[in-house]
């Protein structure tokens, strides 16, 4: 039987505190809030127990950030879209921020096992005065494992509505995309880590996160196969290819890391759940 899953989460600003209150239906819930930075920010792990999606499962997650408030949304571990014997795997994420806002959004990797068919889409909704931090880490199969992913479908979707659209379907059949230096170059794992303002970046606070970014890819092992662009002027991101997560979630922490700081003036607090 098919799980059908909703997680509406709404961060607040009461008394200078960020308050996370959450209604589920489902498997999906939100563990304890937590303030490892001080009242401001409130750190959150998204927990969904069945731990992967199948053919006709779907995850719908909303989360609105309002003024005044910051909230850091990470999970405990992968999301996996398994085998679909015909009917499709969604996960529906929507994230709103309002003007004054800040969001962090930072889960761990979606794995794609062979044979699934699956649909990942991603709306980021970004207010005038508001900001957020994002990425997106997706895994082709387990190739260390010996599962490869040699069959099965992914249409992946990230939107900021108005201003940044990244769409794309991925077939295990596809040769020529998987394997050609024009598409995934062989590479097992595809990310990306981005900014996104409501309003136009200025030029100098977009450059000094280009750099940052830069800098740190110029150092890594996956210097050839990243980079960081500016397609809007209210979008800063860093794709990257690696032939598994790791190597790219590494990369992608430091790039955050350096972000927090430079465009926000913060200091790289990790979420507890990373380090256990």
Request: aromatic residues 6%; hydrophobic residues 45%.
């Amino acid at each position: 039987m098919p799980w059908h899953a909703r997680l509406d989460l709404d961060y607040q600003n009461e008394n200078q505190r960020s308050v996370a209150r959450f209604r589920h239906d489902g498997p999906l819930r939100i563990l304890q809030s937590l303030y490892p930075e001080g009242d401001g920010i409130c750190h959150n792990v998204l927990v969904h127990p069945p731990g992967g999606l199948v053919g006709g499962d779907t995850l719908d997650i909303r989360v609105r950030t309002a003024t005044g408030s910051h909230g850091l949304i990470t999970t405990p571990g992968a999301s996996r879209f398994y085998r679909s014997d015909g009917e499709l795997a969604l996960q529906r994420t929507a994230l709103a921020v309002e003007a004054g806002a800040r969001l962090e959004w930072l889960p761990l990797e979606a794995i794609c096992y062979a044979g699934c068919k699956a649909e990942n889409r991603l709306t980021l909704d970004v207010a005038a005065g508001a900001e957020l931090i994002g990425w997106d880490v997706t895994a082709l199969g387990l190739p260390h494992a010996g599962k490869p992913f040699d069959r099965g479908v992914l249409q992946q979707h990230i939107e900021a509505p108005g201003v940044w659209l990244e769409r794309g379907r991925i077939d295990a059949a596809d040769e020529r995309l998987l394997r050609s230096p024009l598409g995934l170059a062989g590479q097992r794992c595809l990310a990306s880590i981005f900014f996104i303002a409501g309003e136009p970046i200025a030029k100098a606070r977009r450059d000094a996160a280009l750099d940052a970014a830069r800098a740190l890819v110029e150092r890594d092992a996956l210097a050839g196969s990243a980079g960081a662009t500016s397609p809007q002027p209210e979008v800063i991101v860093l794709r990257v290819l690696a032939p598994v997560v790791e190597p790219a979630m590494q990369l992608l922490r430091q790039v955050w890391s350096a972000w927090r700081k430079e465009l926000w003036g913060l200091p790289s607090v990790l979420p507890r759940i990373w380090s256990m």
